[in-house]
T-cell receptor, first 117, second 114 residues
Framework: EAGVAQSPRYKIIEKRQSVAFWCNPISGHATLYWYQQILGQGPKLLIQ????????DSQLPKDRFSAERLKGVDSTLKIQPAKLEDSAVYLC???????????????FGPGTRLTVT | DAKTTQPNSMESNEEEPVHLPCNHSTISGTDYIHWYRQLPSQGPEYVIH???SNVNNRMASLAIAEDRKSSTLILHRATLRDAAVYYC???????????????FGKGTHLIIQP
C-alpha cells in the first residue's frame, strides 16, 4: 500500500514570497490533515478536511495560509506571503475516517521542510 | 484535551527492554491512549493504542494503570532503529464527526546506545 506522498521535500524561499505544498493521501482515506512542526516541537494541527470539506481550521493563520482539497483527494497548502517564523516542516496525514477511534489512526507523509530567509 | 506528561529524554542500551512512561491524570473515561513515534527526518508513525486493557502488537506493548492515570509503552528489545521521539496522546473515543487532530506535546527523546 502506497503511503502519503508529499512534494517538494525541501523548499527555500525569501520572506514575502509565496510557496505551495502538495499532498496525496492514502487511497480511500477520507480525512486529511496538515500539521506544522517547528524545530524542537511536536507537530501542530493547521487544518483538517473530511472529503473536500473543512472540519477544523481554527489554528490556521488565515491571513497568510490557505488550503484546499478540491476533489476530496489531493490537497495543497499555500503560504502567501511567507514570514521568517513560517520556517518549519509541513506534514500531511490521512486517516480512513474520523468517527471511531479504532479507524482514526493517522498516517503521515515525510513532510516538506520550508526555510524562509 | 486532557494533557499528558512525559520525560524529556531517556537512554537505553541496544537489545534491552525500554519502558517509556506517560502520566495523564485528567484522562476522561472515554479517552483512548495513543502512542506515535517520529524517527529522525520522518513524519510521525502510529505505534499502538488502548483504552483500559494492556495491548500488544508487533511493534510494542502498552501497559495501562488500573486507574488509567498513567501508562507505559514497552519496547521489548530496543534496536538502534527505535531511536526516535515518542509521543503519548489522548484521543476521544468518538470524534462525533468533528475535529480530531492529534495534539502533540514535546514527547520523549529515546536514545539507544549500541
Amino acid at each position: 500500500e502506497a503511503g502519503v506522498a508529499q512534494s517538494p521535500r525541501y523548499k527555500i524561499i525569501e520572506k514575502r514570497q509565496s510557496v505551495a505544498f502538495w499532498c496525496n493521501p492514502i487511497s480511500g482515506h477520507a480525512t486529511l490533515y496538515w500539521y506544522q512542526q517547528i524545530l524542537g516541537q511536536g507537530p501542530k494541527l493547521l487544518i483538517q478536511f473530511q472529503n473536500n470539506g473543512v472540519v477544523d481550521d481554527s489554528q490556521l493563520p488565515k491571513d497568510r495560509f490557505s488550503a484546499e482539497r478540491l476533489k476530496g483527494v489531493d490537497s495543497t497548502l499555500k503560504i502567501q506571503p511567507a514570514k521568517l517564523e513560517d520556517s518549519a516542516v509541513y506534514l500531511c496525514a490521512s486517516s480512513l475516517d474520523h468517527f471511531l477511534a479504532s479507524r482514526r489512526e493517522q498516517y503521515f507523509g515525510p513532510g516538506t521542510r520550508l526555510t524562509v530567509t | 484535551d486532557a494533557k499528558t506528561t512525559q520525560p524529556n529524554s531517556m537512554e537505553s542500551n541496544e537489545e534491552e527492554p525500554v519502558h517509556l512512561p506517560c502520566n495523564h491524570s485528567t484522562i476522561s473515561g472515554t479517552d483512548y491512549i495513543h502512542w506515535y513515534r517520529q524517527l529522525p527526518s520522518q513524519g510521525p508513525e502510529y505505534v499502538i493504542h488502548g483504552l483500559t486493557s494492556n495491548v500488544n502488537n508487533r511493534m510494542a506493548s502498552l501497559a495501562i494503570a488500573e486507574d488509567r492515570k498513567s501508562s507505559t509503552l514497552i519496547l521489548h528489545r530496543a534496536t538502534l532503529r527505535d531511536a526516535a521521539v515518542y509521543y503519548c496522546i489522548l484521543r476521544a473515543r468518538y470524534s462525533g464527526g468533528g475535529a480530531d487532530g492529534l495534539t502533540f506535546g514535546k514527547g520523549t527523546h529515546l536514545i539507544i546506545q549500541p
